[in-house]
């Protein structure tokens, strides 16, 4: 029997339900692609697949329509944060994105949160993150206000017109550089969407009144999910001087991520570990590495990054994580995750580690 | 039983009056997300005349329309609002180099608009309520007063954003017309004295949320010269200067407001207009701040935020403090909350602060 397994963050139930079913197919298909057998984690302990939820606030209730994410931002986010010697000079939209601001750009601060799509009205988020860690999950809040003069006129407004704000949005401004015209070699400065809803608001704006509008995002899974990991995914949102924040590197030392500068991805690695692992919120390294890898990123329906280790001699693999490396030469853990029973892969047998992460599209 | 009906209805209503005063009143509220409160400018212009009182009137003053952009500029300043208020914010005081008018003045003109009268304003003085401001004149004809007008000194501002573009202004704070001119004889003393006074929108509170520091700050950023100049108590207890005054027209002022934060507390707290702090901090957050120039007279500056605590917690008071340029902090609006409010963890709790500088109920 291979005793190569594969991580998928935390394998859904349902497919560790169905292994026995398919046992006989998986096998076959494993032996054929030369990969790896599905080893579910067991116990009560075994969570879904990594998810990140989004919710938003208006004025601080919740909206009950639901809010997405959009697909295109996946794209960029995936090359931001898990750059590979593959992706790093990928192409998207016809230029090369420059994926963190790198430049001052007071205009840079600006989030859309739109109304009606004949008339938007911008509010900025603000720092700090509020960030609540517990055994579920992350929740991490990024608030902004709306500016009432926004929708106030010294001429009055039809109460149509006032009742107009009946959906948001949320973009992150990105940097795009015109490479290919060498004409153009100017910057373009464009927003992307990143989550699209609701659609429609519970709560139509007071007169003249400031509106509060927060964004939650829920890192939902018992492992996985780091405070470093949910730190460097809001300083892509905010992708401004205002998105630095101070994460752990895998020395133990305190880095400061910043957008604006040189200090982010510049290169992500799969790495596995055999050491006595416990998984902790607050990890910054696995407890023993043996072996690294620089992933396979998939962002089609979600985002997924994926490995295949090879050993020439057995192990016992206890862990797993996603590790990146900073343009200032520290490296920090983003993804975590270690396994409810130790996992024994044999010297030349493939060893495939998979972490996916799901986000709800619309 | 028709008739039953109302002598039913009656001793329920009285049940429930009798059991109303024996629920918990302490017991925080739950599911109130936000905190809403508002100032109101408000005040009385006297003029007396050899002594003598005559004349007495509700102020309008605040008439121009960047006055609520200057208040939430200066006093409230944070990062980002130096993408619509840089110039502004350097605006704070007149430089040592200024070759102009180094202080605030007040200024008398007749039913013709004529100026008649020009005098350095007094320093403030502080009341329980708010402050007075004064200035003292001599006739030189017989004239009377239509025309209240007060000035802050000439000051360099910065125009563009990235380019210094010196310019020389002479900023129009204060204007109320007479509701009838006041006559004036030539050789009489005229004082005019406008008396400011800070109230609440919300008529339980009235004087409360305004400490003695926002008197003072109010009163800095009004003059915003050398005679403004004012004491302050910070949160650590010790007196600060605010010092509207900058070195050089390219600096800020010596110590002035330079960072804002809206701050949460869950301490066992009591209003008092001496309060310099919270009771007990839980969370601080920079605000957005925004001003609203519409329609003048009038303007309003708002300072709000929403917050996200990690834990449980029952709000029982909210703050404005500012950071001045000597590290220290001040706290300048204070509201401490009639009932503590349960907050969950990971709900957004919003705080508005809301000063309107025009005259209130």
Redesign the interface.
């Known amino acids: 029997m291979s005793a190569a397994a594969t991580f998928k963050g935390a394998v859904p139930l349902v497919r560790a339900m169905r292994r026995r079913a398919l046992a006989a197919a998986a096998a076959a298909l494993a032996v054929a692609l030369a990969a790896a057998l599905v080893l579910a984690p067991r116990g009560a302990g075994a969570s879904l697949a990594p998810a990140v939820g989004v919710s938003v ?1 208006v ?3 919740p909206q009950p329509a639901p809010a997405y994410f959009d697909e295109a931002a996946l794209e960029p986010l995936a090359l931001a944060l898990f750059p590979t010697e593959n992706n790093r000079f990928a192409v998207i939209e016809g230029g090369l994105r420059a994926l963190w601001a790198r430049y001052p750009d ?2 840079r ?1 600006y989030w859309g949160v739109a109304g009606h799509s004949a008339r938007a009205w911008y509010a ?1 988020l ?3 993150p ?4 517990n055994s579920t999950g992350i ?1 991490l ?1 990024v ?3 709306l ?3 926004e929708y ?3 001429f009055g407004v039809s109460e149509s017109y006032r009742k107009l704000m009946t959906a948001t949005r949320f973009s992150r401004l990105e940097t795009v550089m015109s490479w290919r015209d060498p004409l153009r070699r100017g910057i373009v400065r464009g927003g992307i969407p990143v989550v699209n809803g609701p659609s429609e608001l519970a709560r139509q704006p007071d007169w ?3 509106i ?3 964004y ?1 995002f829920y890192f939902k899974a018992d492992q996985v999910f780091t405070v470093n990991f949910v730190k460097v995914f809001y300083a892509w949102l905010f992708n401004s001087e ?1 998105g630095r924040v101070n994460v752990t590197a895998t020395d133990g030392s305190t880095v400061l991520f910043d957008p604006m500068g040189d200090n982010v991805p510049i290169v992500a690695y799969i790495v596995v570990g055999d050491g006595q692992a416990s998984f902790s919120r607050d990890a910054y390294r696995v407890a023993h590495e043996i072996a690294r890898a620089e992933p396979a990123v998939q962002v089609k329906g979600g985002l997924a990054l994926s490995a295949v280790f090879v050993f020439d001699r057995d192990v016992t693999v206890t862990e797993a994580a996603v590790y990146v490396k900073l343009g200032g030469g520290k490296e920090v853990m983003l993804l975590y995750y270690v396994y409810p029973q130790p996992v024994t892969v044999r010297a030349g047998q493939p060893f495939v580690v998979s972490f996916p992460i799901v986000f709800p599209l619309g | 039983m028709k008739r039953l009906l109302p002598i039913v209805g009656a001793l329920l209503l009285m049940a429930m009056l009798l059991l109303a005063p024996l629920r918990p009143t302490q017991a925080p509220r739950s599911a109130q997300p936000k905190v809403k409160v508002g100032v109101f400018v408000e005040g009385r212009i006297l003029i007396y005349v050899d002594g003598e009182l005559r004349y007495s009137e509700r102020m309008h003053s605040f008439v121009w329309e960047y006055t609520a952009l200057e208040l939430a500029a200066r006093v409230f300043p944070v990062p980002w609002t130096k993408e619509w208020a840089h110039r502004l914010l350097m605006a704070w005081g007149v430089s040592d180099d200024s070759q102009g008018l180094r202080a605030a003045t007040m200024t008398l003109k007749d039913t013709g608009g004529s100026a008649w009268g020009s005098a350095v304003l007094d320093p403030p003085t502080f009341t329980d309520t708010g402050f007075s401001v004064s200035a003292s004149f001599t006739a030189p004809r017989d004239t009377n007063i239509s025309v209240v007008e007060i000035y802050q000194p000439d000051t360099y501002v910065e125009f563009t954003n990235g380019t210094a573009y010196p310019y020389v202004t002479h900023d129009l704070m204060v204007r109320d017309f007479m509701g009838s001119p006041v006559p004036v004889a030539s050789g009489s003393s005229v004082t005019v004295v406008y008396d400011f006074a800070f109230t609440s929108d919300q008529p339980e509170l009235r004087y409360e949320i305004f400490t003695y520091n926002w008197y003072r700050m109010f009163a800095a950023w009004l003059y915003n010269a050398e005679n403004g100049k004012a004491y302050v108590t910070a949160t650590d207890g010790s007196q600060a200067l605010v010092d509207p005054t900058r070195p050089t027209w390219d600096s800020v002022g010596r110590n002035v407001p330079i960072d804002t934060f809206i701050v949460v507390g869950d301490g066992q707290a009591v209003f008092s207009k001496s309060a310099y702090r919270v009771a007990r901090e839980v969370a601080r957050a920079r605000p957005e701040v925004f001003y609203d120039t519409h329609p003048p007279p009038a303007g309003s500056v708002v300072v709000s935020r929403a917050l996200v605590f990690d834990r449980d917690v029952n709000v029982t008071e909210v703050a404005v403090y500012v950071k001045l340029t000597d590290g220290r902090e001040v706290m300048l609006l204070y509201y401490v909350l009639d009932e503590p409010v349960a907050v969950r963890a990971g709900q957004p709790f919003v705080v508005t602060f809301r000063v309107y500088l025009v005259p209130g109920l």
């Not at chain 1, 509020?130 to 860690?133: D, E």
């Open positions: 606030l004025d601080g209730v007071p205009y601060t900025n603000r720092p700090p509020f960030m609540l860690v929740l809040s608030t902004g206000t500016d009432p003069a106030f006129s010294p003249g009144e400031p509060s509008i927060v939650q205002y």
